[in-house]
């Protein structure tokens, strides 16, 4: 199983990034997939998950900013943040599970500075 995420960068408060997380190994779309988010010195956190059956759940802080969605023919889940904030920044993990184990991407990072 590998998740490979992508589109992390740097952005004005104001501006939009979109993160992408292809997943390989796993049948996709049984199971909910997450965007979770560590800032330095805080504990990871859960951002947004989109369930099997396409419902999508967020962190409050988030709400009516961020959308997270996919596409199975890409196998892929993007999570499309608008509005962003400083208190934004953060590394960015794509997060499943699959036969009863947890998989982690590698991080990408999400700097808001002006």
């Known amino acids: 199983v590998q998740l490979q995420a992508s589109g992390g960068g740097l952005e004005q408060p104001g501006g939009s990034l979109r993160l992408s997380c292809k997943a390989t190994?796993?049948?996709?779309?049984?199971?909910?997939m997450a965007w979770h988010r560590q800032a330095p010195g805080k504990q990871r956190e859960l951002v947004a998950e989109i369930g099997s059956d396409g419902s999508a759940q967020y962190t409050d802080s988030v709400k009516d900013r961020f959308t997270i969605s996919r596409n199975a023919a890409r196998r892929t889940v993007f999570l499309q943040m608008n509005n962003l904030k400083p208190e934004d920044t953060a590394l960015y993990y794509c997060?499943?599970?699959?036969?009863?184990?947890?998989?982690w991407g590698r991080g990408t990072q999400v700097t808001v500075s002006s």
């Open positions: 997060y499943t599970t699959w036969k009863g184990n947890a998989y």
């Open positions: 190994g796993i049948v996709f779309g049984i199971n909910a």
